[in-house]
């Protein structure tokens, strides 16, 4: 099975009857040289077949087909300690049990977890998450289509069978473990999520995850939160983790345009360079504020961590950064301020340019403000920058695709190297459909990279003191669905940039001497 890493680069066969299905394609993507295919209904298999490759999965489209499934050479290949994974009917059949498709009309059906292991890695017992499919097959809109989900109805768990997740409609069993000598077969409905794998698609949004945990895995850093809380609960997430972990701080940064308070999390020593990680500037894009909690509980779960120098630099995470585009969802804060476009750096030159406008005002898409620093927000991010050496200064948002930008500094060649480790870490991981191309599907990872425009934003601000980057990941502004693969990427990001430029900093502090 997977190591901890999920550097696993064992190889997998599907055995199937569609080698040109979605399924297998998207496989292909995720894993590029470890998948292979054989196609049951015209080629002979048996245990010899198997035993190169480290994990066999059946997915077969034409129920008949399943007849041509050798279940016993599965059952001794499984023994001798692999992983096997089915799709549900095909375990139904293995077994004699009631298979079922339930169609729920508009209403989205969801799992519950119910065991944490690796298969689940990042999501907690009792979590649901949306999975089903559509009959149209195509756009996850309820509205103009039907929504279905598969089960096996009267499971009964044993010493050996458990039930990883049930269905929320009607309790029947959706993925199951069954141990089998020393390996085990996983069954799990992966023919219900349609294959148009997107983080706006709430149905597929988590499709291969759970594989991945098996495969290879997936999940690292990232963590499910079932719902988005309101600001006041975040702010007592903060501090719950602050005060669990001793070496996590909390620091009230100020009230921000709409009276609320801004809040920090803090660990290292405050004397030394600074990491400033900031989400949230744009409120609607709030998902990363999760990502940016979950970096701080790994620093206060794991200071041991040789990436994060406790002794050597100061961290501050603000994880929230506009209160009120996060309590009400919009990109401005309250007094309709594009916070990004209201930093003192070249503001008389910027003008509100998104979409074109006739005249300009507060609430246009990149209003910059009556004046530069005019905003309580944008004067406490300042302050910070201005009142400590820097180390880095990330900003967090999101949009339709994944960008690294960086600040126009002559001396960001460390930034390139920031940005290698963080495409290395996020390899063979996640697949996503890109945007607008039509069912396109490609590994997530960063997809621009380059230079950032002069705009009044922060890390350009943060760029006349030290490196600083802006982030962007793919976000939907409206569920929390696909947040294991955000948290897991914005922590992953984070770990990159202390990791390379604390090496960076270190290096030419001693050369310096
Ligand atoms: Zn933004």
Redesign the pocket.
Known sequence: MGDRLGGSRGLILVLTDSEQDWFCRNLKILYPDRVHTLDITTREYDLETLRPYDYVLTFIRDGKNVEKIRYNVLDRYAAEGHSVVMCLYEYARRKSLRFNKEYTGKLRPMIEILVENDVTKGFKRSDRVYWYGNVGGGVDDPESDQLLQRQILDLEESETVRVLARSTVNGGAVFIEEKVGDGRIIAMDLISPNEAVSWDFKGSANKYVFLGNILGGTVRYGKYYQRKLSYDEFVEAMKSLCEKYVHLWLEDEGASSDGSKIYSINAGDRSKPLFLFVGC??G??WENSYGLLTLAEYIGSHPEDERIKLKEFFIKIIPIANPYGYKNNT?QNANGVDL?RNFDFKWEEYKVQHPPQDVVQPWDYDWKGESPASEAETKILQRIIDSHEIACVVDF???SSTAFAKPKRPDDAVLNLVYGEIVRNLKDRYIRALWGTEGKHVQLSIDHFGPLSDAPEMVNYASKKGLSF?I?TVGNRDETHGTVMHTDMVVEICLATLKVIGEEVLRRKKGGC
């Open positions: 500037l744009h609607w894009e990109r990004n948002h999101s949009a802006l962007e």
